[in-house]
C-alpha cells in the first residue's frame, strides 16, 4: 500500500481490514470505489463474524417442528459472501484465474497510473 492510499476505516475487523491492504496493495481506486470497498471490507468482516457462529452453533437447527433445519446463518453467510463478491467486482478488483481477465486488469491497473501520473481522470470505460 502506498502512502497515498487510505488508511482503513476504525469500523473494520481484522479480516476487513486485511481485504482493504490486500485491494490497495495493487490497486489506485477513485473516492466512489472506496466508499465500495469499504462496504466490501464490512461484508467480509460480517463474513467472518458468521463464520464463527457457524463453527460455534453449527449447520443445522431444529425448525418450528422439531425438525432439523439448516442454519438461518448459512443464508446470511451466503448473502455476505455474495454481497462481498459482487462489490468487488464492481470495482474490478477479482482475481478470476483467467489469464484474459488477469491481462485486462493488469492493463486498467496501468493506465489509471499512466492517467494519474499525468494528472489526468482516467474513467476505466474502454476495459
Known amino acids: 500500500m502506498t502512502s497515498s492510499n487510505p488508511r482503513p476505516p476504525r469500523d473494520l475487523s481484522a479480516g476487513g481490514k486485511a481485504l482493504w491492504g490486500d485491494v490497495l496493495a ?3 481506486l477513485s473516492p ?3 466508499a465500495l470497498l469499504h462496504q466490501a471490507c464490512r ?3 460480517e463474513l467472518d463474524a ?3 457462529a457457524i463453527r460455534e452453533q453449527g ?3 431444529k425448525g418450528s417442528m422439531g425438525q432439523l433445519v439448516a442454519s ?3 443464508a446470511a453467510a451466503n448473502a455476505a459472501r455474495g454481497s462481498m463478491l459482487s462489490i468487488l467486482a464492481k470495482i474490478d478488483v ?3 484465474g483467467d489469464d484474459q481477465a488477469k491481462a485486462a486488469v493488469t492493463a486498467r491497473k496501468n493506465h489509471r497510473q499512466t492517467a494519474a501520473a499525468r494528472g489526468v481522470r482516467w474513467a476505466g470505460s474502454s476495459l
Open 26 to 28: 495493487d490497486f489506485e
Open 32 to 34: 466512489a470505489e472506496i
Open 43 to 45: 461484508a467480509r468482516d
Open 50 to 52: 458468521l463464520a464463527v
Open 59 to 61: 449447520v443445522v437447527s
Open 72 to 74: 438461518p446463518l448459512l
Open 94 to 96: 477479482l482475481d478470476t
